[in-house]
């Protein structure tokens, strides 16, 4: 059972470029996140989708773009990487919006 | 939005000692957990508590929902018990806008 799966796990990218980050769970989760983790900032929520179908903004949206492909696959795309995207990416899924998260390893993402 | 503070920010323990860590959070709150984030970064679920007391072999953790705190238990430290342990919750009728402390970076020395 190997839970939320994300890929890339590292990625460099220089400024302007675009990338998707992938995200994938086993477990017949509805709901599923991304976050970011900044030094000293806990981890933050992007966007989230409570089921498949629907996607909603989170905390700090902006510069960012997702798709729910199906039930089990939750994508993240930077559009147009700026510097400021710099961080530590974690995907989670959870049965319902209430309920226990689990999270993926997280992708290191660097923009310069 | 619901704000989560814990405490303390840093903590260093000699290893075999016990320790607890304090989640606070400004509203009512449907659920809460606890992580610990390895020093490789990986996050590993610890305690899905909304309310009441677990435990997990060295570790336990009590929520008091109605006064708004929740607090983990280490005891007999390892130096594996390094990392960085969050409490994070959504607030009450905040649907899956979980919201996490900055945490509290623990440092077990042998």
């Known amino acids: 059972n190997a839970g939320v799966t994300q890929t890339p796990k590292f990625q460099v990218l220089k400024t302007g470029q675009s990338m998707t980050l992938q995200c994938a769970q086993d477990?017949?989760?509805?709901?599923m996140y991304w976050y970011r983790q900044d030094p000293g900032m806990g981890l933050r929520l992007i966007y989230y989708s409570a089921s498949e179908g629907t996607t909603d903004k989170g905390e700090v949206p902006n510069g960012y773009n997702v798709s729910r492909l199906n039930k089990r696959e939750f994508s993240l795309r930077l559009e147009s990487a700026a510097p400021s995207q710099t961080s530590v990416y974690f995907c989670a899924s959870s049965v319902g919006g209430l309920t226990e998260a689990f999270f993926g390893q997280g992708t290191r993402l660097t923009v310069v | 939005g619901i704000q989560v503070e814990q405490s303390p920010p840093d903590l260093i323990l000699q290893e075999g000692a016990n320790s607890t860590l304090r989640c606070n959070f400004s509203?009512?709150?449907?659920?809460l957990q606890w992580f610990h984030q390895n020093p490789w970064g990986q996050l590993i679920n610890l305690f899905y508590i909304p309310s009441g007391t677990k435990q997990n072999g060295r570790l336990s953790a009590t929520t008091v929902a109605t006064e708004r705190y929740s607090l983990l238990y280490i005891s007999s430290s390892q130096t594996t018990d390094s990392g960085v342990y969050f409490c994070a919750a959504p607030p009450a009728g905040g649907y899956q806008k979980v919201t996490f402390g900055i945490g509290t970076k623990l440092q077990v020395i042998p």
């Open positions: 477990m017949n989760h509805n709901s």
């Open positions: 509203d009512s709150v449907n659920n």
